[in-house]
Nanobody
Framework: VQLQASGGGMVQAGGSLRLACAAS????????MGWFRQASGKEQEFVAA????????AYADSVKDRFTISRDNAKSMAYLQMNTLKPEDTAVYYC??????????????????WGQGTQVTVSS
């Protein structure tokens, strides 16, 4: 399975971006997917996750009520809608998928498939 993240860019504080993650080379329709991010000089951190069916979601406290994760299994896509962006949201964002499990996880080690990352820059 290959994951391709897109939709990053530069935006002013308070603005919005929508990231997309396209899966190919296999099915992830029954697997949980997640978004992680890594700011320059910092460790990678969990952002959001969604279960295989899409019925359950999880968010980091720092993005709760501002970001929304969703998926379209028919299109093998996952999305991260980011609203009210802040300069501290600046990072490379990575999408990921679990290989066997439908349930969400905030742990990086539980995701076997990773996309290449897309840069999000929020200016003040």
């Amino acid at each position: 399975v290959q994951l391709q993240a897109s939709g990053g860019g530069m935006v002013q504080a308070g603005g919005s971006l929508r990231l997309a993650c396209a899966a190919s080379g296999g099915s992830v329709s029954s697997s949980a997917m997640g978004w992680f991010r890594q700011a320059s000089g910092k460790e990678q951190e969990f952002v959001a996750a969604i279960s295989g069916s899409g019925s359950n979601t999880a968010y980091a406290d720092s993005v709760k009520d501002r970001f929304t994760i969703s998926r379209d299994n028919a299109k093998s896509m996952a999305y991260l809608q980011m609203n009210t962006l802040k300069p501290e949201d600046t990072a490379v964002y990575y999408c990921a998928a679990r290989k066997y499990y439908r349930t969400t996880s905030y742990m990086r080690a539980n995701y076997e498939y990773w996309g290449q990352g897309t840069q999000v820059t929020v200016s003040s």
